[in-house]
């Protein structure tokens, strides 16, 4: 199971940006697909989740209303868009996998997902 983080950069507060994380190795159907991030000096925190089949989503208050996660199916990836980016969102993302099932509104800890893509980074200037 390997999963692979891209599309960080660095964007002017207000703006929006597409994080993909590809998945390979895996059933991804029987999986579930989160997005952390990690400041520095600060501990990884949950940003997003996504059943890979099902579609449940669930969001930290920090960035409902603001991202989405998808699945692109062309692609074999699962996407976090980031709109109304604000300063405080500048982190190293992270996406991770786990066959844990979580209902909509879950803020699943980072320990329960055990397959780890390496981070991508997000900058804002404002």
């Known amino acids: 199971v390997q999963l692979q983080a891209s599309g960080g950069g660095m964007v002017q507060a207000g703006d929006s940006l597409r994080l993909s994380c590809a998945a390979s190795?895996?059933?991804?159907?029987?999986?579930?697909v989160g997005w952390f991030r990690q400041a520095p000096g600060k501990e990884r925190e949950f940003v997003a989740v996504?059943?890979?089949?099902?579609?449940?989503?669930s969001f930290a208050d920090s960035v409902k209303g603001r991202f989405t996660i998808s699945r692109d199916n062309a692609k074999n990836t699962i996407d976090l868009q980031m709109n109304k980016v604000k300063p405080e969102d500048p982190a190293v993302y992270y996406c991770?996998?786990?066959?844990?099932?979580?209902?909509?509104?879950?803020?699943?800890?980072?320990?329960?997902?055990?397959?780890w893509g390496q981070g991508t980074l997000v900058t804002v200037s404002s």
């Open positions: 190795g895996g059933t991804w159907s029987l999986y579930t």
């Open positions: 991770a996998a786990t066959q844990r099932r979580f209902a909509s509104g879950a803020l699943p800890n980072p320990d329960v997902f055990g397959y």
């Open positions: 996504r059943s890979w089949a099902g579609g449940v989503t």
